[in-house]
């Protein structure tokens, strides 16, 4: 019996930073609904999508950045967004800027949650791969600074069984490392589930502009072929405070094929009906792990960078 799921990439248009939290759950819970017309069982949110993505600018104001996270998941702003999909009975992923103290300290990562059709969150992430800086970059049009605002994620790369298969996520950059997909991959995860934000300008490798949207797809259709997965890669897109942002959200079979793209830079949906078992073959043969891959002859310890054997 073939294992079907039809997800949904929502993608977001600009927030702005005067934006309420109440709108933009206003915004995605229009695109919830939508979804579930299209017959959606889950819907992806992008990275970070409750507010304007603000390591685009320096504050040193502690109170100004925490105004950014969220100290509890679901809260106040965001209930409704849980009752909605419990009414409609359908999962989300959703970006956020998280604040934790469980550790008995502040502490800030930029995550995302699985949700299920009941509104019980049975996944989290927070992201590993932070680029850009932690210093104030004045001469450049925007910062981005994540490396000041965020720690970097301590829960691993993980996998839960949902909508009738295996799924995982990843932030944003953490697509252009092959690692966070083979991790994934080697345990089993069928369905990989990345938010964005991408400025289309590099401040820092400004010749790499004009590859931007062909560096997303390359990394996200390699990452799926390489680990017989499908990916799904949603962008907050257009122009979001003098900053403009990578759209084409896309769902990528394991093939490597893209099966559904946006073609605009506002909100908009892509729906898929995904074929679990497309990968089976694929995981059968060329990507057969136990048959092929040999760590133990890499000559290097795999998850850590090493000097190159004399
Ligand atoms: N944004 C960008 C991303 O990885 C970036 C940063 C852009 C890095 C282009 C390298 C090249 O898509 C986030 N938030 O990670």
Known sequence: ????????????????????????????????????????????YPEATLTAFFPHWFTEDEAEVDAWFEREMPGPHTMALFDEAR??????????????????RKRRFNTSILVNSNGEIIGK???????GHSDHRPGTPFQNLEKRYFEV??????????WGGVAGMMICNDRRWPESYRVLGLQGVEMI???????VHHPAAPDHDRLGQFHNELSMQSGAYQNSAWV????KAGVEEGVDMLAGSCIVAPTGEIVARCT??????????????????????TFNFALHRRPEHYGMIVARTGSVAP
């Open 1 to 44: 019996m073939t294992r079907f799921v039809t997800i949904a990439a929502a993608q977001m248009g600009p927030i702005a930073r005067s934006e309420s939290r109440g709108g933009v759950v206003k915004r995605l819970i229009d695109l919830m609904r939508r979804a579930k017309g299209m017959g959606a069982d889950v819907v992806v």
């Open 87 to 104: 009414r409609l009975g359908l999962g989300f992923h959703l970006g956020y800027c998280e604040l934790d103290y469980a550790s008995g």
């Open 125 to 131: 992430y927070r992201k590993i791969h932070l680029p």
């Open 153 to 162: 994620g301590d829960l691993g790369f993980g996998a839960w069984r949902a």
């Open 193 to 199: 589930f990345c938010g964005y934000n991408t400025p």
């Open 232 to 235: 799904i890669g949603v962008a």
């Open 264 to 285: 605009g830079n506002g909100d908009e949906l892509v729906v898929a009906r995904c074929d679990l078992d497309l990968g089976q073959s694929y995981r059968e043969t």
